[in-house]
């Protein structure tokens, strides 16, 4: 009999170098590997429409999605302690959504967006963590790696979500009982306000209503992830309602505060564009990776190279043969799919001989998809027989 568990091993015709660890198939990543992967094509989970291209929402003008889903993320987080491992990323934010301190349509919004991908494989919490890197990259920001495991929480958390009207000593509190010291609170608010700005409905303190288009004033002149937050500071010419209008006559100018709570160091810094970006890569991994105690993180994801789908036996003609169905998808990425000739599945009979002959199955083109990063090929075999 076919051992498909055993023998799914594609062969491939081109030399193959390994850069990095591959994950083994199968394994608990494999459901969060395709909504990371899988953004358009064949077998496409479709994660990354809500935010593309980066500015879109479909609320329509005056929402950008990307902005939001880092927004949730760090809402959800930022009430977690690192000193009692009490919350962090845990989608107790779904619990949250009436008011206090998460104000706004945004959440309620992002996580309706995530629910149907919600499932026993795939936490809403895991989900949220995937938002920030799908966010972050569609927008044309760097890779932040995710890894999965996350426990959704059952009941709402505690509070303590910075607000724009606290004190900056309260801010370095806050952010360090999230295990953030001061750089990294003003790296994580820069990349984060690098997206998205303030409505008016929301913050009428800090942005008047009828002052910008759609009541909504964006942190930097450009709609992208990229270091305007921070250089548009640093040269003053910043339009970031957290540092200028009127949330400085009422102290809500929270991100200038922040920003210049180490004398403008890291905020200079951040203001070239490849600091910027390998910096919030860091930071953006570190604030999903806020957990509650307990919690087992997986390594990264990483794209598997070969990856098996829908892998099915049936038994055919009363018992007398068998088929064996199902298909298996290559990383083109670094292996163009020009050069891939074939794909087999090479195998044995059950006592590891070769009474099935050639012991081989060929596969046929199925169809092509494509992440951010990735590009993958598709095939599909069927085999049907009668030795086993
Ligand atoms: C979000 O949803 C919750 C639960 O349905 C509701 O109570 C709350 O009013 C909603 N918030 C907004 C801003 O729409
Ligand atoms: C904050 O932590 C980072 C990473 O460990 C470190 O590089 C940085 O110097 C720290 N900053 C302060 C102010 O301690
Ligand atoms: C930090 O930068 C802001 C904006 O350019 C400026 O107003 C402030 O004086 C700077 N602070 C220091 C300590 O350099
Ligand atoms: C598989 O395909 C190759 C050509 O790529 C062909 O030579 C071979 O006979 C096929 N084997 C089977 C078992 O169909």
Redesign the pocket.
């Known amino acids: 009999m076919i051992r498909p568990s055993l023998w799914i091993l594609a062969w491939i015709a081109s030399v193959v170098q390994y850069a990095t660890a591959v994950p083994t198939w199968p394994s608990s990543i494999d459901e969060l590997e395709d909504i990371m992967f899988l953004n358009t094509g064949y077998r496409s989970r479709g994660f990354a429409v809500a935010v593309t291209p980066c500015s879109f929402s479909a609320q329509g003008n005056g929402r950008i999605a990307a902005a939001e889903w880092i927004r949730t993320a760090f809402h959800d987080m930022a009430t977690g302690s690192v000193f009692t491992g009490i919350g962090g990323l845990d989608a107790s934010l779904v619990f949250e ?3 206090g301190e998460n ?3 945004a ?2 919004t992002t996580l309706t967006t995530f629910a149907p991908f919600l499932s026993s494989r795939a936490s809403m919490a895991d989900i949220i963590a995937m938002g920030v890197y799908t966010a972050v990259r569609s927008c044309g920001g760097p890779v932040v790696p995710v890894r999965t495991g996350r426990i959704d929480a059952t009941a709402a958390g505690p509070e303590g979500v910075p607000l724009p009207q606290n004190p900056t000593g309260t801010f370095i509190n806050q952010f360090a009982r999230v295990g953030f010291n001061t750089t990294e609170m003003i790296a994580v608010t820069a990349c984060g306000h690098t997206l998205g700005g303030v409505h008016a409905a929301d913050f009428p303190q800090i942005v008047a209503a009828g002052t910008v288009a759609n009541d909504f004033q964006h942190f930097d002149s450009t709609t992208i992830f990229d270091e305007k937050v921070a250089s548009e500071f640093v040269s003053g010419t910043t339009t970031n309602p957290l540092v200028v209008g009127p949330s400085v006559g009422n102290g809500r100018n929270s991100d200038g505060r922040v920003f210049a709570a180490d004398g403008n160091v890291t905020i200079k810094a951040m203001a070239n564009p490849s600091t910027f970006a390998s910096t919030c890569r860091t930071v953006l991994q570190k604030l999903i990776d806020v957990v509650p105690s307990g919690t087992a993180l997986t390594d990264s994801i990483t794209p598997y190279e070969v990856k098996p789908y829908a892998v099915q036996l049936t038994l055919l003609d009363g018992g007398a043969t068998i088929s064996f169905t199902g298909d298996i998808r290559v990383r083109t990425t670094v292996r163009p799919a020009s050069q891939i000739a074939n794909v087999q599945l090479v195998y044995k009979d059950r006592s590891g001989g070769t009474s099935c002959g050639s012991c081989i199955i060929n596969t046929s083109y199925k169809g092509a998809a494509a992440g951010f990063d990735d590009s993958f090929t598709v095939r599909s075999f069927k085999k049907t027989t009668s030795v086993f």
């Open positions: 959504t009436n008011g104000i706004g349509a959440f309620n």
